[in-house]
């Protein structure tokens, strides 16, 4: 169970920012009742305020949440904005454990385009030792140069085999869905288009982003999460 909060319009102001505070506490707190059956714990909601209140001017709560299926049912915080220089005095500031030269060493690997990045991390009446970094950039063709670059990094760091890259750098793409015909609503949206142009139903591959996961004791991992969804394009008439 999650929630977002997001500026739409890509700035984040106080005032949105404050928004976004008050209602992570709100989900929190029902959150915590669906799934503990019981009030947040004082002790656990003095740690997520604070985690709150230090956190830099320029980064937002994009979200929150609890999960069912993990055994240790921590809130699982996820910020975006944040930059390598920010982040861990931000999680010293708020109590973190872990070792600050290895998570200095992980976000050294990314390459310096990918940055604001988004930290995850998990609490409960203290900040958990596992980090989660998150990088987005949006590609539309196997070629993109950013995704390229980060993928072949990781290959040098042995955090990615060198036949999955390839299948990773080639990804990105259009497939025709066959069989398939537009609706009626998308032949009347693209009535004028549709003059001089086909209107084809694809499946489009992308990336949706890159995690890198640092936990005490074990080796850095490297996630690559992708996305499949139908879009309408179209093409000229021949």
Known sequence: MTQEFQDTSGNITEQVTLK???????????????????????????????????????????MVGMMFARPVQTT???????????????????????????LAQMMAIAPANFSPFTLTFDVDEQVYPRIGL???????????????????????????????????????GYTQIKGSSPSFFQI???????????????????????KMVYQPGLPFEAKAYLTCSCVNILVPRT
């Open 20 to 62: 976004a505070l008050d209602n992570a506490k709100e989900i929190l707190t029902q959150v915590w009742g669906l799934v503990k059956q019981e009030n947040i714990p004082p002790a656990v909601e003095r740690k997520l305020e604070q985690c709150f209140d230090l956190m830099p001017a320029n980064t937002d709560i994009n």
């Open 76 to 102: 699982r915080l996820q910020l975006a904005g944040f930059t390598k220089e920010q982040t861990i005095p931000y999680l010293e500031k708020i109590g973190w454990q872990g070792e600050s030269d290895r």
């Open 134 to 172: 998150k990088y987005f950039t949006r590609c539309i063709t196997k070629d993109a140069p950013p995704w390229q670059e980060f993928l072949e990094i990781l290959v040098r760091h042995q955090l990615c085999s060198p036949e999955k890259g390839e299948a990773l750098r080639k990804w990105p």
């Open 188 to 210: 009347i949206e693209n009535t004028a288009a549709l003059r001089e142009n086909r209107l084809l139903n694809v499946m489009e591959r992308n990336f949706g982003q890159i």
